[in-house]
């Protein structure tokens, strides 16, 4: 089954696909590690990914389509793949239907905007060794130092409530539209995420098996 996943960030959208990789025995792809996957590699496309990636500047649509195409021609992916990550805009989207990808299902799990600021917000990560926290969720015993080796907790520069406002502001804007893209398509299912990952994870199985 080739699926996608969307989302907002903090939507918990890597922790499911993980579930799913592990359930159905596929591949879950995220943008991010196939492009540094890719320059490793010395692939065509990504010698062409790390000229502007060196060069501090995004990596264009049609090189990450590029990308995604020989990363999709892989035997591990002939069962089916779960894109995590990617498409972010109806364009991109386009350019998978044209490359002829085909799609079975596109899993959109939403999470309300409050509730996306307040879990990345709380999130606090020792600087020493890297360990997660959450004020509300999953606070350190010892407070403000991490409980495994007495490092200061902070937040990342991803939690800082001005960057959470801008990243959802740009996902409402450039990905969201992707809702009715897979919509008219009769492929889009959405599951409503929950307090509990083990409900959220379990309404996605069942959208993925229905």
């Known amino acids: 089954m080739n699926l996608i996943l969307l989302g907002a960030p903090g939507a918990g959208k890597g922790t499911q696909a993980e579930i799913i990789c592990e359930k159905l025995n596929i591949p879950a792809i995220s943008t991010g590690n196939m492009i540094r996957e890719a320059m490793k590699n010395g692939t ?8 502007f990636v060196e060069g501090g500047n995004l990596v264009p649509d049609e090189v990450v389509i590029g990308i995604i195409k020989e ?16 498409p972010r805009t109806v364009p991109q989207a386009e350019a998978l239907d044209k490359m002829g990808v085909r799609i079975d299902r596109v899993i959109d799990i939403e999470v309300p905007d409050a509730k ?6 709380g999130r606090r ?4 060794c890297g360990a997660s926290y959450h004020v509300l969720y999953k606070p350190s015993a ?3 130092q991490c409980a495994k080796c007495g490092g200061n907790l902070i937040i990342r520069k991803d939690d800082q409530p001005a960057t959470i406002k801008e990243r959802l502001k740009i996902y409402h804007e450039q990905t969201e539209p992707l809702r009715g893209y897979y919509g008219r398509t009769g492929k889009l299912v959405t599951v409503q995420g929950q307090e509990d990952i083990a409900e959220t994870s379990r309404l996605t199985l069942a959208a993925v098996e229905a």
């Open 125 to 128: 990560v020792c600087e020493k």
């Open 71 to 86: 990363r999709l021609a892989l035997e591990d992916c002939q069962k089916g793949f779960i894109l995590d990550g990617f």
């Open 116 to 121: 996306i600021e307040e879990r990345l917000s």
């Open 142 to 144: 010892k407070g403000e």
């Open 44 to 51: 065509e496309m990504g010698q062409k990914a790390k000229s």
